[in-house]
């Protein structure tokens, strides 16, 4: 079963960092995009930021709200991904998802992405004096 | 950036009823290369992360049940639950994946009438 596993939310002030880490479990991390996506209290969903897959050498693409701020990297060996996230506003906070991006690579093999079918279970961040 | 509109922000049916959900990009999400719409349909459940219903627009999620389909005409797309049961009580989003930043509609509310 694939399961993905958020950890490392928490109160933070304004102005503080913070580092989500997300476990993946009953996939082969390196062959998929990741993604984070944030949902403020009460709010809709906010595409944060990717990590595309080791055939694409891990490159990463942010929202404009993040860029600059936040950081998306792994490590292959723990099958995890992070989100490093500094100069946090109050406007950051919200639940953090971790999620699957799908894909396939057709008869000629080129990779196609997919939709969000994976989800961890998030974790709340709250940017508060 | 791609805009998704959804409507309407709020819906209730009565139970075994037909629920329409509408979504509308901003610009085309057909990808050429494959012909094919980059158009999810989610459902979250109060207090759980969403869940994938719908893919390309009209392809159902293994173990969705078959009254969920997804159907789209340009730029509109449209998910119908053909037989509202009690527990399709959630909150629908629509997002679209051709291209980042990856955006999502403001989410549709369904509620039994």
């Known amino acids: ?129 | 950036d791609i805009v998704m509109t959804q409507s309407p922000d709020s819906l209730a049916v009565s139970l075994g009823e037909r629920a329409t959900v509408n979504c509308k990009s901003s610009q085309s999400v057909l990808y050429s290369s494959n012909n094919k719409n980059y158009l999810a349909w989610y459902q979250q459940k109060p207090g759980q992360p969403p869940k994938l219903l719908i893919y390309w627009a009209s392809t159902r999620e293994s173990g969705v049940p078959d009254r969920f389909s997804g159907s789209a005409s340009g730029t509109d797309f449209t998910l119908t639950i053909s037989s509202l049961q009690a527990e399709d009580v959630a909150v629908y989003y629509c997002q679209q994946y051709y291209s980042t930043p990856l955006t999502f509609g403001q989410g549709t509310k369904l509620e039994i009438k």
């Open chain 1, 1 to 129: 079963e694939v399961q993905l596993v958020e950890s490392g939310g928490g109160l933070v002030q304004p102005g503080g960092s913070l580092r989500l880490s997300c476990a993946a479990s009953g996939l082969t991390f390196s062959d998929h995009y990741m993604d984070w996506v944030r949902q403020a209290p009460g709010k809709g969903l906010e595409w944060v930021g990717r990590s595309r897959n080791k055939a694409n050498s891990y490159t990463t693409e942010y929202a404009a709200s993040v860029k600059g701020r936040f950081t998306i990297s792994r490590d292959e060996s723990k099958n995890s991904l992070y989100l490093h996230m500094n100069s946090l506003k109050s406007e950051d906070t919200a639940v953090y998802y971790c999620v699957r991006v799908g894909g396939y690579y057709d008869s000629s093999g080129h990779y196609y992405i997919d939709a969000f079918d994976i989800w961890g279970q998030g974790t709340m961040v709250t940017v508060s004096s």
